[in-house]
């Protein structure tokens, strides 16, 4: 069973950066893809980012030019960039790997 831990959020101010961190262990990390999701509390949880094993990537029109997935399959992570947060970037972010796992889930709050 792979296991995720995500890490990295907080409360940051608007237009500010946090870079968020999911670690796998128990899998060959990269022969999958990875993705960051997102969920508010009475929506639907949201798919940010995904990173393909090729190196690929594939962002939501919310989050383009402002966030960036990145892995380091040789530390079996994956990063996410946000840069210029916004208060509706408010969130619980979740990252999960192609073969179902899913993280815990980290709190990312903007706000002044």
């Known amino acids: 069973q792979v296991q995720l831990v995500e890490s990295g959020g907080g409360l940051v101010q608007p237009g500010g950066s946090l870079r968020l961190s999911c670690a796998a262990s128990?899998?060959?990390?990269?022969?999958?893809?990875m993705d960051w999701h997102r969920q508010v509390p009475g929506k639907q949880r949201e798919l940010v980012a995904r990173s393909f094993s090729g190196g690929n990537t594939n962002y939501a029109d919310s989050v383009k030019g402002r966030f960036t997935i990145s892995r380091d399959n040789a530390k079996n992570t994956v990063y996410l960039q946000m840069n210029s947060l916004k208060a509706e970037d408010t969130a619980v972010y979740y990252c999960?790997?192609?073969?179902?796992?899913w993280g815990q889930g980290t709190q990312v709050t903007v706000s002044s």
């Open positions: 128990g899998t060959i990390f990269s022969i999958y893809a």
């Open positions: 999960s790997g192609s073969d179902g796992s």
